[in-house]
């Protein structure tokens, strides 16, 4: 079994000196004099010197300025952090034209689905598309500031939709098709769309789905609407009551042209789980999104044109937006709609071989599931152009790693990342320099001020601590909608430590800057003052091969120490009681005599929200008495109905 911290890979030489770090290391030799020896010295420079840091990478790839700015970080206050005050830029302009030269008739985006067909659009015809859509949005009356909403799958209709839309300088939301209607509602009533573009249904697992009925309650709720574009998806000949074709906006022609927008002028809305009441719109802004993206991208997972860049997700997450970042820097996108695992499990890296994918981002959760199914991809196909793999959306425990470097290849970069929507990346993972341990994030991203607070606000070093953001970074929110005098934001973010982002996450960082996420801070096992992060939990019961699933609540309150509670989802055949003895040695062995659980229980399936994060707050709610409707919206379930066993264990323990 693979330990926690195992060196799996170290980049060569070669490596290191051809990727984009590297080259920006050297332009700040020769054009700002500054000489860094390694990536620590580099990123300690970056945070102590922000305003020369992206100012300096600002000037590196290329950013385009409308108008040029006043300075690169006026203030530095969190949260009001002011960043390159004065500047005009624009977005979609950097996705369309990217910040290096690619062939006009060079594939841009490849758009598949699990039903097997795949387009290819070339940066011409991207162009051609978004310059369309764009040019009927301005003849609807369209303009800065307006909403735009879409229930869209991740395919090329979304990304041109997204480009025309930003171009204009109008906001984009999206949610995937796969929301329920409560879900959308949620989030698209708060901010008063005027255009909603959509599809008649979607295909998921070899099935299709009809959303016309939902579509129908949804544009009910939204009084402000003046428009609604169909997509054809399951239906070339679909049709809805008082919408436009899809087709007659790519029939409208026209020039390309770019609203020039300050930096913090909002590009989009993202939306927090809403697992405990109405999702957060948070806004986003254009310079904030660019530059941060950009930075990653080119930085940290080393994309340039001839790359192909892939990270499974939906309309509704986060991953969706810096995937369709990389054409800022060049690289081609391929974009997936379907499920994961149909036919089996070995889809995504088809489709990898088929499509050339060289980075390919997947969620740990999947890999997780391969991994314990025993797959061996690199035995069944062609992944010999991938060179970085990223994985995120949970912490990815070591045996994930390992099985990477096992059955993918042993000489690919693989970036763990963590973040989140709030600032629509993320803040800790890998670079081209780093080499890589088993269960382990390389270090703290360029520009990212990270550490790890213990109660009292003070820096921990090689103890478990609450995840802090020190110092302001670009992609910070602008504000949340509807927030005017920016309440809801502080008491999001800077409450706890004022003028510190604390993020929710329990973190360790070593001396060396690596770290590893324990899960979420508010779902802490806290047993007889020993404190665990829930993956340490997982990790090891989810080694058992009988255990297809498992969610773990504590449930101690402050007057006491209550119990320690699995649920377990068991494989098929397998017996309910053999495996608590194997859950009850495991954890007494690998963990501690404190984080035995109490009780070993089975479920159909684990409570997840939309986006794939397992429920532990919201079930240790519903499990302490809290109303099902105020413990979790449902809306923000991916199977509302798998909060039902939760409901009906408190409803026993209640007539005890």
């Excluded at 405990?276 to 080393?302: V, Y």
Aim: charged share 20%; proline share 7%; with cysteine.
């Amino acid at each position: 079994m693979v330990s926690e911290g195992d060196l799996l890979w170290a980049p060569s030489a070669e490596r290191i000196a051809a990727s984009r770090l590297a080259d920006f290391q050297r332009w700040l030799g020769s054009e700002r004099g500054l000489t860094v020896t390694s990536y620590a010295e580099l990123h300690r420079w970056s945070i102590e010197q922000l305003d020369e840091f992206w100012g300096g990478f600002d000037e590196w790839a290329g950013i385009r300025w409308s108008t040029p700015y006043d300075r690169v970080l006026a203030n530095r206050e969190m949260p009001g952090a002011t960043w390159f005050p004065g500047g005009r830029t624009s977005y979609a302009e950097h996705l369309l034209y990217p910040l290096q030269r690619v062939g006009p008739e060079e594939v841009a985006v490849v758009a598949a689905r699990e039903d097997g067909r795949l387009v290819e659009v070339t940066w011409r015809e991207l162009r051609t598309q978004v310059a369309s859509v764009r040019n009927w949005m301005v003849h609807q009356g369209i303009a800065r500031g307006d909403r735009v909403v879409a229930l869209l799958p991740n395919g090329l209709e979304a990304l041109v939709a997204m480009l025309a839309t930003a171009s204009l300088g109008a906001i984009w939301a999206s949610c995937s098709p796969d929301f329920g209607p409560t879900a959308i509602a949620d989030r698209f009533t708060q901010i008063e769309p005027v255009l909603l573009l959509t599809v008649d249904g979607y295909h998921y697992g070899g099935k299709q789905y009809d959303i016309t009925r939902t579509v129908a309650e949804l544009r009910a709720k939204l009084p402000t609407l003046r428009s609604t574009v169909l997509v054809p998806y399951l239906d070339e000949a679909a049709a809805l009551p008082a919408s436009t074709p899809w087709a007659e906006l790519l029939a409208v022609g026209g020039t390309i042209a770019f609203e020039p927008m300050a930096f913090d002028d909002p590009l989009w809305v993202l939306y927090s789980s809403g697992t405990t009441g109405l999702p957060k719109p948070i806004l986003h802004g254009h310079g904030g999104m660019l530059l941060e993206h950009a930075k990653q991208l080119a930085l940290h997972l080393d994309l340039a044109p001839g790359d192909r860049f892939f990270w499974f997700s939906t309309t509704g997450w986060m991953m969706w937006n810096l995937l369709v970042s990389g054409l800022a820097v060049g690289a081609s996108i391929v974009l997936y709609d379907g499920n994961p695992a149909f036919p089996d499990q070995m889809a995504l890296w088809r489709l990898a071989e088929r499509t050339g994918i060289t980075c390919m981002g997947l969620g740990a959760p999947f890999i997780q599931a391969c991994e314990k199914a025993g797959l061996r991809p690199a035995e069944d196909a062609d992944l010999s152009s991938i060179k970085t793999v990223g994985s995120t959306g949970a912490p990815l425990p070591p045996e994930g790693f390992a099985w990477v470097y096992d059955s993918i290849g042993n000489d690919v970069m693989l970036s763990s990342l963590s973040g989140g929507t709030d600032v629509c990346t993320a803040f800790v993972g890998g670079a081209p320099s780093l080499p890589v341990r088993a269960g382990v994030i390389p270090a703290s991203l360029l520009g990212c001020a990270v550490a790890a607070y213990d109660v009292d606000g003070n820096e921990v070093v090689d103890e478990v601590g609450e995840l802090v953001i020190t110092a302001p970074m670009p992609s910070m929110p602008v504000g949340f909608w509807g927030d005017r005098d920016g309440s809801r934001l502080r008491a999001s973010y800077f409450e706890a430590y004022p003028g510190v982002w604390r993020h929710g996450d329990w973190v360790k960082f070593a001396a060396d800057g690596s770290c590893v996420i324990y899960g979420r801070s508010d779902a802490t096992l806290n047993r007889g003052g020993v404190r665990m992060g829930t993956s340490e939990f997982y990790r090891v019961v989810e080694s058992l091969p009988d255990v297809v699933d498992s969610l773990v609540i504590d449930t101690s309150a402050q007057a006491g120490e209550g119990k320690l509670l699995l649920f377990v989802v068991v494989r098929d055949g397998a017996s309910l009681e053999d495996l608590t003895a194997d859950v009850l040695r495991l954890t007494r062995a690998e963990l501690s005599p404190r984080h035995v659980p109490d009780e070993v229980i089975a479920v159909p399936s684990v409570p997840r929200t939309i986006n794939g994060k397992k429920c532990e707050v919201p079930v240790k709610r519903v499990l302490a008495g809290v109303p099902l409707d105020r413990a979790v919206s449902p809306g923000a379930l991916a199977d509302p109905a798998s909060m039902t066993p939760f409901v009906e264990l408190r409803s026993q323990w209640a007539q005890r």
